[in-house]
């Protein structure tokens, strides 16, 4: 008779499965919680913030799309950016309060409702300029650990929990020992990717005695075309932004 035949060893065998079990539930990084870290490096959940982006688009089409500049205010769950190039889109707004956004623009007698999917210029979408969150826009699972170029990355399988947000479904990869975001692939509801990004982090902030690594350059590539969009974040100031700046009301 073998020993693990044996009712006494049967039971051993259980426990020690299930204390198995236990261990690598608790190994298993929470993915809300990481992906809410990798977020305050991209703006998402920081009381008061402004910076500049500049948008430039080089491949298909490229010669036909301006180089974009934009100012961005955000606190917590809204952001405001304002167009301040190319000249003939100059003035422009764009709102976002948690999941909803608006555009205005010169001679348009009242803000109008808009889709963060909106394109922007390029691969860059309206959402993409916005401050991050997707902790909250997001259903976040753990997939795995992997080399990700020369960093340790986690990657996760982000699926929106709304139509209001920028992208149906992410795979993100982020850094295991500083918290910040690789690279994403955005994918369609099916799976299928559409474009992917990846992301720099050359300025620091700093934020309650912390210094937080921030975002200097987001790359947005298309899955079918050479289209490429650069962002570039510069002027980042930790200031505090009057709640009247994210009124819809006050958008004109």
């Known amino acids: 008779m073998s020993m693990f035949s044996t009712p006494g060893a049967s039971r051993l065998l259980i426990v020690i499965a299930s204390l198995w079990m236990s261990t ?17 490096a991209r703006g998402g959940g920081i009381p008061g913030l402004i910076w500049d982006v500049r948008a430039v688009t080089s491949g298909a089409d490229s010669d036909t ?9 955000a606190a917590e769950a809204a952001s405001l950016a304002e167009v301040l190039e190319p000249a ?24 109008v409702a808009i889709s963060p999917r909106l394109r922007l210029t390029g691969q860059a979408a ?18 795995r650990e992997e080399r990700c170029g020369e960093r340790l990355c986690h990657v996760l399988d982000l699926v929106a929990r709304t139509k209001r947000t920028t992208y149906d479904r992410i795979t993100y990869w ?8 690789v690279k994403a692939d955005f994918l369609s509801p099916s799976g299928k990717r559409l474009k992917s990004a990846r992301f720099e982090y050359g300025n620091v902030v700093e934020l309650d005695g912390r210094s937080i690594p921030f975002i ?6 298309d899955a079918l075309s050479d289209s490429r969009t650069e962002l570039e974040y510069s002027r980042i100031q930790i200031e505090p932004v009057a709640a009247s700046e994210f009124d819809v009301a006050n958008l004109q």
Request: no cysteine; charged share 30%.
């Open 216 to 221: 200097s350059r987001m790359s947005i590539s």
């Open 65 to 73: 799309l301006p180089e974009h500049r934009l100012r961005v205010k």
């Open 126 to 143: 309206v959402g993409d300029i916005a401050a991050t969150n997707y902790a909250k826009d997001y259903e976040a699972t753990y997939l």
């Open 24 to 40: 690598v539930s608790v190994a298993t990084p929470e993915g809300e919680t990481l992906v809410r870290q990798a977020d305050e």
């Open 174 to 181: 982020i850094d295991t020992e500083r918290g910040t975001a």
């Open 88 to 111: 003939n889109s100059r003035g422009s707004k764009m709102l976002q309060v948690e999941r909803n956004m608006w555009m205005t623009k010169p001679g348009l007698r009242k803000p």
